[in-house]
Structure formats: structure tokens, C-alpha cells
């Protein structure tokens, strides 16, 4: 069973950066599919980017050429490196792996404000 822990949020004006981490446990992360998804109160869990086992990526159009997805399979470990923040990338990120055709371990996320 995976066991994933975010960290690296905080608080951070618009323009600047930050860097997430999630380090996984009880299995090897290199095998999956993983992604970071975010969210904010009463609205739903959107998908933000996505890393295939092959190291190919995607990200959502809000993202794209801000965000930049990796991760270091020795390690264990998922990266968010998120640059030129924005007040709407305030929210609550979670990393999470897929298998079985669904999302299926999550962390309990690293809150990211923006002002």
C-alpha cells in the first residue's frame, strides 16, 4: 500500500515560487503514473499535472510553461516546481499515483497561498 507525504507549501506573493514535494512509501513509485491535483473549499479536485512512468508529462492549460512536474525514482519522490505564482493557484495540492485505470493513493496535501 502507498503511503504519500507532501511538503514545501507556505505562504508566497504573486510572482514567486515554490517547490512541492511528495515522498512515497510502501512501494516504488517509479512503476506508476503519477500527478498533482489541487484543490479549494467547495469546489472539485482539478488535475494540475501529470508524469507517466516514461517521464512523459502534462498540465493543465492554467499551468503550462509555470509549472514544471518531475521525479526522482531513487529517491522515491514527486516535484512540483511552481514559478510565477498567481492568487488563483491558492489552494490545497495533493500528489496521488494511478493504477487500475483510477487515481487511487493520496497524500493529505500541502496548502499553497498566494497573495
Known amino acids: 500500500h502507498v503511503q504519500l507525504v507532501e511538503s514545501g507549501g507556505g505562504s508566497v506573493q504573486v510572482g514567486g515560487s515554490l517547490r512541492l514535494s511528495c515522498v512515497a512509501s510502501?512501494?516504488?513509485?517509479?512503476?506508476?503514473?503519477m500527478g498533482w491535483f489541487r484543490q479549494i473549499p467547495d469546489r472539485e479536485r482539478e488535475g494540475v499535472a501529470g508524469?507517466?512512468?516514461?517521464?512523459?508529462?502534462s498540465y493543465a492549460d492554467s499551468v503550462k510553461g509555470r509549472f514544471t512536474i518531475s521525479r526522482d525514482n531513487a529517491k522515491n519522490t514527486l516535484f512540483l516546481q511552481m514559478n510565477s505564482l498567481r492568487s488563483e493557484d491558492t489552494a490545497l495540492y495533493y500528489c496521488?499515483?494511478?493504477?487500475?485505470?483510477?487515481?487511487?493513493?493520496w497524500g493529505q496535501g500541502t496548502q499553497v497561498t498566494v497573495s
Open positions: 510502501g512501494d516504488t513509485i517509479g512503476r506508476y503514473c
Open positions: 508524469i507517466e512512468s516514461d517521464g512523459s508529462t
Open positions: 496521488t499515483t494511478f493504477s487500475s485505470s483510477a487515481w487511487r493513493h
